[in-house]
Structure formats: C-alpha cells, structure tokens
C-alpha cells in the first residue's frame, strides 16, 4: 500500500509569494493528483500528472518519478488560493481506479 | 445542476440509530466513489461503483456499512447502529470511464452524539 506524506502539514504565506507544497510517496504509481479543498468542504481537481510539468494560470505542479516526489507552486500567491491542498496517487500495480491520499497541506494566505 | 450533490449537507444523529446518505452523480457519469474524512485524515476510501458491475466494498470498516446504486445513477450509503467513530464528513465522487479526474460533491458532515 502506497503511504503519501506531504509537507509541510500547515503553511501561511504573505499575499505575493511564491508557494511550494512537497508531496512523497512510497510504491511506484501510474498518476499522481493534486486536489485543492476550500473551506465547506468542496474538493476541486486542479492537475493530474504521469510525468514532467504542467501549468495552469499561477498553478504549477512537476513530477519526478525516479525520486517519488511531487511539488505544487503557486506563484503571486493571493488570499483566495488559501484551502487544504491534497495531493493523491493512483499505484502502478494495483487498481486502475483506487486513490491513497496524503493528509494534506492547509495554505493561509495573508492579504 | 450540472455538479455532483449531496444530501443532507449535515447530519447530527445519535449513538445506535441509522443514517442514509444520499449522492446524485453528473449525469451520464458512470464512476462513483465515496470517500470517508475524519479530521486530521486523508480521504479514505470506502466503496466504488462503475456501470453494472459488480461495486468494490473493500474499502468498508465494518458490516454496519452498506452502499447502494440504483440504475447506474443515484447512490445511498448507510450507516446502521452509528457510533461516535463514524463521525466524519462523508464525500461523493464521481467520473468516466474515459479518464481518472474525478468530481467531488459537497459532502455530508455526520455527527454522531
């Protein structure tokens, strides 16, 4: 069973900062997700990634398979961007629909 | 509407009574989760449903737990003799068969005194 840690556990940055969220995971897997919780509970998928890079509006996620290392930035960071930031795996041997969740990493961005 | 929903939004019940949780997926989504989170938690999984086949219960803690999908569309989960433990917001997700992003509703949160 694939174990997903993310870090850091609680993050508060000033609005304008450049954000990075850590996620590590432990077995192998075929995609990793980034998903962002807004306070009431409502999950939003923001990336899925096998490999590489991608980029959506202040939002970047990269990947590194040989490591099992994921990381999420969020560049010119503004309070809206403040939520819980989960990050998911889907491993490479087993179901190709079950997700291991991290804990994730609740962002407060200070105006 | 065109997003996952749930009902009820909150649910404060006591200790030994049963619960019924209801999601209504996007229409023609024929992947659908529940997920289970306590506080201080990741989600965890409890049941998966896609088209007519046969659901994944794997992910259940214990036989007072019991999902059902009607016609491949609106999904109840029930928690018979709550307890306390059972306290979580519960979360609905659902999806194609096309690709792994999937929908989130707004969740359920379950209370139980």
């Known amino acids: 069973k694939n174990e997903v840690e993310q870090s850091p556990q609680n993050l508060t940055a000033q609005e304008g900062e450049f954000i990075t969220i850590n996620c590590s995971y432990s077995?192998?897997?075929?995609?990793l997700h980034w998903l962002q919780q807004h306070p009431g509970g409502g999950i939003v998928s923001l990336f899925m990634?096998?490999?590489g890079k991608k980029k959506h509006g202040r939002l970047i996620a990269t990947i590194n398979i040989q490591e099992k290392h994921s990381s999420l930035h969020i560049t010119a960071s503004h309070p809206r961007d403040s939520a819980v930031y989960i990050c998911?795996?889907?491993?490479?041997?087993?179901?190709?629909?079950?997700?291991?969740f991290g804990k994730g990493t609740l962002l407060t961005v200070n105006p | 509407g065109a997003g996952v929903s749930q009902s009820p939004s909150n649910k404060v019940t006591e200790k030994g009574k049963d619960v019924e949780l209801r999601c209504d997926p996007i229409?023609?989504?024929?992947?659908l989760y529940w997920y289970r989170q306590s506080l201080g938690q990741g989600l965890e999984f409890l049941i998966y449903?896609?088209?007519?086949?046969?659901?994944?219960k794997s992910g259940l803690p214990s036989d007072r737990f019991s999902a059902e999908r009607t016609g491949g569309s609106v999904s109840t989960l029930t928690i018979q003799r709550t307890q306390q433990e059972d306290s979580a917001v519960y979360l609905c997700?659902?999806?194609?068969?096309?690709?792994?992003?999937?929908?989130f509703g707004p969740g359920t949160r379950l209370t139980v005194l």
């Open positions: 998911a795996v889907k491993d490479s041997g087993g179901s190709n629909y079950k997700l291991t």
């Open positions: 077995v192998g897997i075929s995609a």
């Open positions: 990634l096998s490999s």
């Open positions: 229409s023609g989504h024929t992947a």
């Open positions: 449903f896609q088209g007519n086949s046969a659901p994944d």
């Open positions: 997700a659902t999806g194609t068969k096309y690709t792994d992003t999937q929908y």
